[in-house]
């Protein structure tokens, strides 16, 4: 490599030879300190004749110009990383709201790129990370959504000095917060009188909100003589109310997020062989291939219950007993409890189904669920049934008041008291409805 040039090897008539700026392009500081040193000398004798005035004028020109340029294009880059970050918070925010909406991570992957890309960052000259839990920061392991978006930027004035690529980065993480927590939740997000309370019942829900995903105007309804007492009515529509309804918050909250289904991840029961008994006073676990009818005394062992070919029935005068189960309803099977029945039944406190008593299968979409009861029966755990019916019509609720509903639509007419301070028992604490705000 040649050596970098010396101020008397330079001439005033090669200053703007074509030369001198690849000179300029190769050694930009010598040739930097060069001009200054003959501006100067210039400036010491006197600037007396027009021609010193044009050459001085001449070779403060293109500093001047490349002065601005470079201005202009920091202010640019400075500007699109702005945007940048801009995008970063949308992309967060959109996957957020796909997260609190119970989607898998693949959806909300999609979510937060569509948004990034509907707001201008560009695919072909960038990538983009999306992590939920985020993978660093002090958010790590919480509920929340971390996108990375990296973009190449344009060079202009500087491309003469070099043509490395400007790498601008942009990082965001939406948090989602449970704002309450539900002891009832209806998943439909259309159906009108979603969660209704009907009847003369007596309701009592201690530390815990009905919360309805649809968008309905009538979406939570109270209707007849029923009395109603929680921490908050909260729905995607709106509420209609008959009669008051007393609450800590200080009115219900409409056109709210929607919740997420709280147990979208639970795993559906494989049916086993061979098909039990369904005869006998004690039941072991299995398949039940005809339903399962129930009279007389029956006790169920622990274990999970798959009723397929029919209904699960607790006929009149039944009184059924189990701890530790999972009844988990396939096909177009249903619960049907008659009102004279005694059912004492708890779920499992601990594995892949603690917390849950009945699971009916999503893909049952018309089915209808009915839990009546003596005053001595108990319901201890959720009931599970995210795409179907469930009328809660029994005085009764579970051990502790640990009864929980989360279902397509519910209907409740009976008098009951309910808590959510259950997870001595194994029961999950159920977002009645969450928000997103941008913390990083």
């Known amino acids: 490599?040649?050596?970098?040039?010396?101020?008397?090897?330079?001439?005033?008539?090669?200053i703007l030879s074509h030369s001198f700026i690849h000179l300029?392009?190769?050694?930009?500081?010598?040739?930097?300190?060069?001009?200054?040193?003959?501006?100067?000398?210039?400036?010491?004798?006197?600037?007396?004749?027009?021609?010193?005035?044009?050459?001085?004028?001449?070779?403060?020109?293109?500093?001047?110009?490349?002065?601005?340029g470079l201005g202009i294009e920091t202010s640019y880059w400075y500007f699109s990383s702005l945007i940048l970050q801009a995008v970063a918070d949308a992309a967060a925010y959109a996957g957020a709201l796909e997260k609190v909406s119970g989607s898998d991570k693949p959806t909300i992957v999609a979510a937060a790129t569509l948004s990034a890309t509907t707001n201008g960052w560009d695919p072909s000259t960038g990538t983009i990370e999306i992590f939920t839990p985020p993978s660093s920061g002090p958010n790590v392991a919480q509920k929340a959504v971390e996108v990375i978006v990296h973009q190449t930027l344009d060079r202009f004035f500087t491309s003469i000095f070099t043509q490395n690529a400007i790498g601008a980065r942009a990082r965001a993480v939406a948090f989602i917060t449970d704002a309450s927590k539900a002891c009832a939740l209806s998943l439909n997000r259309s159906a009108?009188?979603?969660?209704?309370?009907?009847?003369?019942?007596?309701?009592?829900?201690?530390?815990?909100?009905?919360?309805?995903?649809?968008?309905?105007?009538?979406a939570i309804k109270l209707q007849g003589s029923a009395n109603l007492q929680a921490d908050c009515l909260i729905s995607a529509g709106g509420v209609s109310l008959?009669?008051?309804?007393?609450?800590?918050?200080?009115?219900?909250?409409?056109?709210?997020?929607?919740?997420?289904?709280?147990?979208?991840?639970?795993?559906?029961?494989?049916?086993?062989?061979?098909?039990?008994?369904?005869?006998l006073s004690t039941l072991n676990p299995g398949t039940y291939c005809s339903g399962l009818s129930l009279s007389g005394n029956v006790a169920l062992a622990p274990g999970v219950y798959v009723i397929q070919g029919g209904d699960f029935k607790a006929n009149a005068n039944a009184n059924v007993s189990g701890t530790g189960v999972i009844i988990y309803l396939a096909g177009s099977s249903g619960v049907i409890m008659n009102g004279n029945a005694t059912v004492?039944?708890?779920?499992?406190?601990?594995?892949?189904?603690?917390?849950?008593?009945?699971?009916?299968?999503?893909?049952?979409?018309?089915?209808?669920?009915?839990?009546?009861?003596?005053?001595?029966?108990?319901?201890?755990?959720?009931?599970?049934?995210?795409?179907?019916?469930?009328?809660?019509?029994?005085?009764?609720?579970?051990?502790?008041?640990?009864?929980?509903?989360v279902a397509g639509t519910l209907q409740w007419s009976g008098n009951t008291s309910i808590s959510q301070d259950c997870t001595?028992?194994?029961?999950?604490?159920?977002?009645?409805?969450?928000s997103v705000r941008l913390v990083e």
């Open 192 to 218: 009108p009188r979603a969660a209704l309370f009907s009847g003369s019942s007596t309701i009592k829900m201690t530390g815990c909100s009905v919360m309805s995903n649809s968008i309905a105007a009538d």
């Open 24 to 68: 300029f392009v190769k050694y930009p500081m010598e040739m930097g300190r060069i001009i200054s040193r003959r501006l100067v000398r210039c400036l010491r004798r006197g600037v007396g004749t027009s021609g010193n005035v044009a050459t001085i004028f001449a070779l403060s020109l293109p500093i001047v110009v490349g002065a601005a």
């Open 1 to 14: 490599m040649p050596a970098a040039p010396r101020s008397g090897d330079i001439k005033w008539s090669e």
């Open 242 to 279: 008959n009669n008051p309804v007393t609450t800590v918050c200080a009115s219900p909250i409409t056109q709210a997020l929607p919740a997420g289904d709280p147990f979208a991840d639970l795993p559906a029961p494989p049916a086993t062989t061979p098909c039990q008994n369904s005869k």
């Open 344 to 405: 004492k039944l708890s779920a499992p406190t601990s594995g892949t189904y603690s917390g849950v008593l009945f699971y009916g299968d999503t893909g049952n979409l018309t089915g209808s669920n009915t839990f009546n009861g003596t005053a001595d029966s108990l319901l201890t755990g959720a009931l599970y049934f995210p795409t179907q019916d469930v009328n809660y019509l029994g005085n009764f609720s579970g051990k502790g008041g640990c009864t929980q509903v």
């Open 424 to 434: 001595s028992l194994g029961m999950r604490n159920i977002p009645a409805t969450q």
